[in-house]
């Protein structure tokens, strides 16, 4: 049973163009995080929100958390072929254990 | 070391055969997490360390899943009897602590294939 769903699971785009992913679940978490994984790579964090509300900004990157805790957006404006990767949401709640959403796997054509 | 160390970075096995995967933390970190991650999918959290001991073992797929933990430092994951479902890409993570919001450092992973 997967805890995070996220959506789209594929997304493929012209260079310039805007997105959004979203990161649903019917449970609550402490904190969620997005992370960005590229072939033959482990995952890299990108951001960590906390706060029901909180918006997070990383240069084109916008992230969301809901006001609930339930749930978030990642929002890429002006998107670029170095986008391009796996996109991981991941819920968190006791300690640091983390549960992983199914992944959003983004191209960006230039 | 810099980075998360794992090995070998790619594993093909007979179905039957015992593998055993290698994972070097962070050098400091207390806490070091197993996942596994079927192609393009997202990850299935196996088993975490805090120092050498294992407080949670639910996430082990089968018996044949074990792992350990020596020195607080490196870690091995060790599937016995493969079958063709243990197929796919295992990650080690380490940090800090397992304090709520300790930041995870993966590394690359080792992709095993059963055939």
């Known amino acids: 049973t997967q805890l995070l769903e996220q959506s789209p699971q594929f997304l493929s785009i012209q260079e310039g163009e805007n997105l959004t992913v979203y990161c649903n679940s019917s449970?609550?978490?402490?904190?969620l995080q997005w992370y960005r994984q590229e072939p033959g790579e482990g995952p890299v964090l990108l951001v960590t929100?906390?706060?029901?509300?909180e918006v997070k900004k990383l240069k084109r990157l916008t992230f969301q958390f809901g006001d609930a805790r339930k749930d978030s957006s990642l929002h890429i404006t002006a998107a670029q072929p170095g986008d391009t990767g796996l996109y991981l949401c991941a819920g968190q709640r006791a300690g640091n254990m983390l549960t992983f959403g199914g992944g959003t796997r983004l191209m960006v054509k230039p | 070391g810099a980075g998360v160390s794992q090995s070998p970075s790619n594993k093909v096995t007979e179905k039957g055969k015992d593998v055993e995967l290698r994972c070097d933390p962070i050098s400091g970190h207390t806490a070091l997490y197993w996942y596994r991650q079927s192609l393009g999918q997202g990850l299935e959290f196996l088993i975490y360390?805090?120092?050498?001991?294992?407080?949670?073992k639910s996430g082990l797929p089968s018996d044949r899943f074990s792992a350990e933990r020596t020195g607080g430092s490196v870690s091995t994951l060790t599937i016995q009897r493969t079958q063709q479902e243990d197929s796919a890409v295992y990650l080690c993570?380490?940090?800090?602590?397992?304090?709520?919001?300790?930041?995870?450092?993966f590394g690359s992973g080792t992709q095993l294939s059963v055939l």
């Open positions: 993570a380490s940090s800090g602590s397992v304090a709520t919001n300790e930041k995870l450092f």
């Open positions: 449970s609550v978490f402490s904190s």
């Open positions: 360390f805090q120092g050498n001991s294992a407080p949670d």
């Open positions: 929100v906390v706060t029901g509300g």
